[in-house]
């Protein structure tokens, strides 16, 4: 008697979950009948591979010989293959990619295949973060994939990846990925804390976890770098630090990280360690210059013509007699017809963007100079800014000097030099502030960490690198080379 | 009892130390301490360096022996709760004054050099959020600035070399012209530029390892004196006794003229960059002002120094012109010297308080 009614209450369950399952049109079952055994056959057809079920499925099905679900498991050359009854379970696998295959009405269960459609793009070199002399490898959108190249790097049991779903619609796979008795287990457990305490519906892209879990969501300073280079992602895990994979992103965020690590590109390390300090100054310089130099040139022609020495006071003179703005409105002027053009390229595809940065650069830049409605000192002054403001090696903080200009320009427009003076303080004072994953972001500058100078604004050579940075408080702070594991056994 | 997070490395002494001295008195001390050494005045400062020493040794030995108490707790326990708030109150209302007379000096400069017709109440309204948004966070931003505030402007320092090409040696020659006691008179004065220093006894307990403190704050006080004693070095060589008796801000004379090719009148820049020497002042000053109110009253910091920075605002704005400014930073140095002589009072009442203690256990 129980049993049958749980039969029935079964029953109803199947029959709701089809009702439920064919509400969507792609989802697909069939009825064929093999040596007068009558078989069911569904999938969702946006979620298999058709070419699989093809080749591997519907031969063994329609010509061997079976009489019941076990048996067809047992000659179809598929792993991870199973037997179930659970209605949610069918459910929930036939959207990960699973095929079911029911015998009979009398049946209750079903044998579940897997058959899902694996479609990324190819590996690719890095395109923002491309190097000229390294490997030539970036991330994809495939969350396996992805991991799959950095354990091929780092090729140790101690690599452990901690799998967790955010997004309560698009249920996203996410992996948390750090070495074990390397990275601080604080830092760890911090960052799949607030993945877990995220609440979102949907997580599309590495940069909404970003956004999400950053210590100040306000800042306009990135907190956790994102990188699409498998190779810096190992190189970071050998740090100390942990890495962030999202499903279907090819940007891999990194965390704890520091002001200065935004402005080091992963070159720097395949270069002798002069060079690559040499350019790593070069590049802080370019953003120095290219945050303050119109500021300070509005600064100067608004309110301190004396700070400049009277044969170069004559050449900005000369330039700037015909235009009729003031100079913050001038700089204005042409900051945002920069900032147009890189939009406009940005939003274009590649070929007319690059036309429309020539018939910008030359053809508006000469022309405002000609038509008197801006000095050509002023336009170089953008243009070297602009282009300083592109030698940070990762976008974003790219997009955040960009943005800080603005709030320098008008303070110096209305304070001079002073005006810059109280600017930066605000802005020295948030990055005092600012933390990623509760470690100071401006370190090493300040807390004030000589050994973690090493590696900030020159790179030191490696026999100098033998201790991993103190800010991520990893659990071994010396390197173990075979050398000092020699020396301390 | 201060979290451990919340503290800060003991090598922050020294920047703690030498940022809360160091302030807008560097642009005027060289042609005040004049008045009786004359061009042997930086010997004075020496002098006034070594007193100063003295007086952090002092503060350390009383702090010391309180384990991680700090001005407040420790005179509650000498003095009772009442006596102690008092001072506790005088404290925090001569470093309130002491911000004030800071900003309003560094605004005073920016008048006279930069900006005739500024107006200061919109200005302040500037800076006012800055300090708040300092003060506001964990007392580790009041320190990071301190750092920002000695770092940053060490550049300036490469700006005295240029004076030398136009300077003259004898200036200072004979070296010990004057007695003794003009040395050591002059050397009272040079200890205004030296005030500050009793904000340790506020913020000694957010120091790791406080004891091993010491001495960076010794250290701290030796690079002010060292500063001091070059800046003062370069403006007695540069102006003669005479020249210097007129200047009011005799470091700015010795910016003037420094000269490159694209760049002319430095004090610009100098007056701006002082903004950040400035701003730890006002930082640890209200910041120890709020404190210390909040440990004496048992009122919300925040709220605390809602006040006082709006008291700071009113101040600066009402104390216009320079015979009122130099009317209330008499004032204040008056406090301040007050204070300071009352550091050895206080170490003298601790051993005495303590023996009493003793004996009534």
Known sequence: ?489 | MIKDKDQVPPLMAFFLISAAQIGVGVLSFTSVINKYAGHDAWMSIIAAGMFIHLLIWIMYKVLNDYKGEDFASIHRSIYGKWIGAFISIVLSVYLLLLAAVVLRSYLEIIQVWMFPEVKIWALLLLIMPLIYYIISGKFRIVVGVCFLGIVYPFVLIFALIFPLKFSNITNIMPIFDHSLLEIVQSSVLAMFSFLGIGALMIYYPFIKDSRNSQKYAHYGNLYTTILYVVICFVSYIYYSQHEIKDVIWPTLGLWKIVELPFLDRFEYIGISTLFFVILPNLALYIWGSSRTLNRALHIPQKWISIFILTAVYFICIFVEGREKILQVSDFSTKIGFGLLFYIPVLFVMHFISRKVKRNAS
Request: charged share 20%; with cysteine.
């Open chain 1, 1 to 489: 008697m129980k049993k049958k009614l749980t039969q029935k209450k079964r029953q109803r369950e199947f029959e709701e979950l089809f009702n439920d399952l064919k509400n969507s049109d792609d989802f697909i079952d069939y009825q064929l009948e093999h040596d007068s055994i009558p078989l069911c056959i569904g999938y969702f057809n946006s979620a298999i591979d058709n070419k699989k079920i093809e080749k591997f499925v519907l031969p063994y099905v329609q010509q061997s010989d079976y009489s019941d679900l076990k048996e067809i498991e047992n000659v179809i050359p598929i792993t991870n293959t199973y037997l179930t009854n659970d209605s949610n379970e069918i459910r929930r696998k036939l959207l990960d990619g699973f095929l079911f295959i029911h015998m009979g009405e009398s049946d209750q269960q079903y044998l579940l295949i897997p058959v899902p459609l694996f479609k990324t793009r190819q590996i690719t070199s890095p395109e923002v973060e491309f190097s000229v002399v390294g490997p030539k490898e970036a991330f994809v959108e495939s969350i396996d994939t992805n991991l799959n190249l950095v354990r091929k790097r780092l090729n140790i049991p101690e690599l452990t990846i901690k799998k967790l779903k955010v997004g309560t619609i698009t249920k996203t796979k996410v992996a948390v990925v750090s070495i074990k008795g390397i990275a601080d287990t604080n830092n760890v457990e911090t960052v799949i804390q607030r993945i877990q305490d995220m609440e979102m519906d949907q997580v599309i892209d590495s940069s909404f976890i970003q956004q999400k879990i950053a210590d100040n969501t306000n800042s306009p300073f990135p907190q956790l770098l994102d990188t699409e280079r498998p190779d810096r992602i190992a190189a970071i895990l050998a740090e100390g630090k942990v890495a962030i994979f999202v499903d279907n992103s090819p940007h891999v965020l990194i965390g704890p990280t520091t002001l200065v690590e935004f402005f080091s590109a992963f070159e720097d390390y395949f270069l002798n360690w002069t060079i690559a300090s040499a350019f790593r100054l070069i590049r802080l310089f370019a953003v120095f210059f290219s945050i303050l130099v119109t500021p300070l040139y509005v600064a100067v022609l608004t309110h301190h013509f004396e700070l400049i020495p009277k044969e170069l006071l004559g050449t900005l003179v000369s330039s700037r007699s015909q235009v009729p703005f003031p100079p913050i409105l001038e700089a204005i002027i042409l900051e945002l017809t920069i900032e147009l053009l890189r939009e406009a390229g940005a939003r274009l595809p590649t070929k007319v963007g690059q036309t429309i940065g020539i018939v910008g650069g030359i053809v508006i830049g000469t022309a405002s100079v000609e038509a008197g409605l801006t000095s050509n000192v002023l336009l170089i002054l953008v243009a070297l800014g602009a282009l300083g403001s592109f030698t940070t090696p990762v976008y974003q903080m790219g997009n955040t000097i960009r943005l800080i200009r603005f709030p320098l320009l008008i303070f110096a427009h209305v304070y001079g030099l002073l005006g810059v003076s109280i600017c930066i303080a605000y802005i020295m004072v948030h990055l005092l502030k600012l933390t990623s994953l509760g470690r100071p972001f401006f370190e090493p500058v300040f807390p004030l960490r000589l050994k973690d100078l090493k590696d900030a604004f020159i790179r030191l050579p490696f026999d100098m690198q033998n201790k991993r940075p103190f800010m991520v408080r990893s659990e071994k702070v010396l390197r173990e080379t075979s050398k000092n594991k020699h020396d301390s056994s």
